[in-house]
């Protein structure tokens, strides 16, 4: 049991969701700006083949990054709030030939055929440039946008528990690489016998077993 450190824990839960269907990338063969938060290219793909029949071009599909990415000025609990928004109930675009009527984006498909059609993709020790350099236990993609965030802390160290994970998600994660959390649904904090998920937002003892 000694040996159970929080690295072993963070392979052990990438190996679950490995088993679930998902891809499991380990950061260092991630390549992208250190700064930006999505995997770009899986959104690319998933648009592509989302929209072949109604010939998106490489132009709209940018335009939709940009939809998506685009500060707005809010708050981060606001801009989560908006950006969820758009993951969720999906937005028009303007299409390049302005002949064309909008084309409406749905940025994961949530139809009861869909999940097909979705890219899951699990992500452990990801660097992220922000004000400070933080690296994320582990990051769940879902077709590029990092919807849920995990943080693993080892249950036989009696110096550290999941209280240690939310406040590094609350403080250091919310202070130094905001950006992650414009498209998050949840996060989790687990030791590997306690696990818990919440709202970024919320306080602790609103987190569910």
Not at 17 to 27: A, D, K, N, V
Not at 32 to 47: C, F, H, I, Q, W
Not at 168 to 176: K, L
Not at 177 to 183: A, N, S, V
């Amino acid at each position: 049991m000694s040996h159970f450190n929080e690295h072993t824990l963070e392979l052990s839960i990438m190996e679950l969701f490995q088993q679930e269907g998902y891809i499991h990338t380990s950061g260092e063969e991630i390549h992208k700006e250190a700064s930006d938060v999505l995997l770009r290219d899986g959104m690319r793909l998933y648009l592509r083949s989302r929209y072949k029949a109604e010939g998106i071009t490489p132009l709209e599909i940018e335009r939709t990054l940009a939809k998506l990415t685009a500060n707005v000025g809010f708050s981060l609990y606001e801009q989560n709030r908006h950006t969820y928004w758009l993951m969720t109930e999906g937005f028009a675009l303007k299409r390049e030939d302005v002949a064309l009527p909008d084309l409406f984006i749905e940025p994961i498909d949530f139809s009861k055929d869909g999940i097909k059609n979705n890219l899951f993709r699990i992500v452990n020790q990801l660097e992220i440039q922000g004000s400070e350099r933080r690296i994320p236990d582990g990051i769940v993609y879902v077709n590029g946008l990092p919807v849920v965030v995990l943080e693993f802390k080892s249950a036989v160290k009696e110096d550290t528990t999941i209280m240690d994970a939310y406040k590094q998600f609350t403080v250091r994660y919310r202070r130094d690489i905001p950006d992650l959390f414009k498209y998050n649904a949840f996060v989790v904090i687990s030791d590997g016998v306690n696990s818990k998920y919440g709202s970024l937002f919320s306080p602790y003892d609103f987190f569910y077993a």
